[in-house]
């Protein structure tokens, strides 16, 4: 059956891949990616049959990774096209059941592997000021413009999404967008990894008012003020000189950064050792400023002053992306750093 439904999106959209997604997955896992007809030889109906017929084994591939091949587990997986060129956005939202609100978005586009590296608020309050800071380079202002009509279209939607469910959680609502549109992904109804993005703009413990609306704790009446910029990067035990290869081991020296708007949160410590087996995640390195361009510089301060030795961690490669122009200018996609950023080893 998944055969022929892909099969019916191919035809008409032979120029496009296809990505399989496990329902029960996450992180990157239980996807894979059918080649598009068009990469094919023969005629249309001939590249769609054989782009098609990978289905079979891929599913099978997406089931096994996720670990659900048993009576009764749940196989289902979404067939959906896949957006080439895109950014990754996400929405914070709240709700208890009876009311839903958002608290500012994310952009998870810089990642490798199909895992996030690095995340940064977008808020409407940001993006208005970058706006009126832009106003004698038009081609800038237009891009912010479109940005902001994106941003608040999809605070609208994931408010009346979580309304319309009776979202009673701390939860996100992500998208992918592309240009001047954007494409619902999912909604996770969960804590985020990202959460401390949206916690240093707004002044909220997202785990506790998680706690707080399970216990059934009338919260209501929040006061939204959301200030700043905040940019999160992932400390991973990866090495990134090589295609980011785990890297176990001991920590000899765990030296951690500080000062005002900086914010660590890590289970790692000096002496601490990283099994085999293991989220390669040790640390996740947050800074706050009032402007994105004062919160780069201070994320690569932070950086420089974050010392572990005894194993190889992505502290080198986020220092190098502080630096990048692509970055500093948000100009970036979720395969920008496979395909263009090059780190120097």
């Known amino acids: 059956q998944a055969e022929i439904e892909v099969a019916k999106l191919f035809d008409q959209q032979p120029n496009n891949r296809i990505r399989l997604k496990a329902i029960g997955g996450g992180g990157g896992k239980g996807q894979r990616i059918l080649v598009a007809p068009k990469d094919y030889s023969g005629d249309h109906t001939k590249q769609v049959k054989d782009a098609s017929a990978k289905v079979p084994a891929l599913l099978r591939e997406v089931l096994n990774e996720v670990k659900v091949t048993a009576r009764g587990d749940n196989k289902n997986v979404l ?61 800038q202002k237009k891009a912010l413009e479109s940005d902001l009509t994106i941003l608040e279209r999809m605070e609208d939607e994931a408010t009346r999404f979580g309304t319309a469910v009776g979202l009673d959680s701390v939860s996100t609502f992500e998208c992918i967008v592309d240009a001047d549109q954007h494409f619902f992904m999912e909604m996770n109804t969960r804590i985020q990894v990202e959460h401390p993005v949206t916690e240093q703009i707004t002044g909220y413990d997202l785990i506790e008012e998680q706690i707080k609306i399970a216990a059934g704790a009338n919260i209501k009446d929040y006061t939204i003020e959301l200030i700043g910029h905040s940019i999160e990067c992932r400390i991973n035990a990866e090495d990134p000189a090589f295609n980011f290869r785990p890297s176990a081991g001991e920590i000899t020296v765990f030296h951690p950064p500080g000062g005002q708007g900086v914010r660590l949160d890590t289970h790692a410590y000096s002496g601490y050792r990283i099994p085999p087996h293991y989220d390669s995640m040790i640390a996740k390195l947050i800074v706050t400023a009032k402007t994105r361009p004062e919160a780069i510089i201070k994320m690569r301060r932070a950086l420089e002053e974050f010392i572990i030795e005894g194993i190889q961690t992505t502290i080198p490669y986020h220092i190098q992306l502080m630096d990048d122009p692509n970055f500093n200018k948000g100009s970036v996609s979720t395969k920008y750093l496979e395909t263009s950023f090059e780190f120097k080893k």
Not at 88 to 101: A, R, S, T
């Open 79 to 139: 067939i959906e096209l896949n957006i080439e060129t895109t950014r990754h956005q996400e929405i914070q939202v709240i709700g208890n059941g009876d009311w839903c609100l958002t608290l500012g978005g994310r952009d998870c586009s810089l990642q490798m592997h199909e895992q996030k590296l690095l995340e940064v608020s977008t808020t409407v309050e940001s993006i208005q000021h970058a706006i009126d800071a832009s106003n004698e380079k038009p081609s």
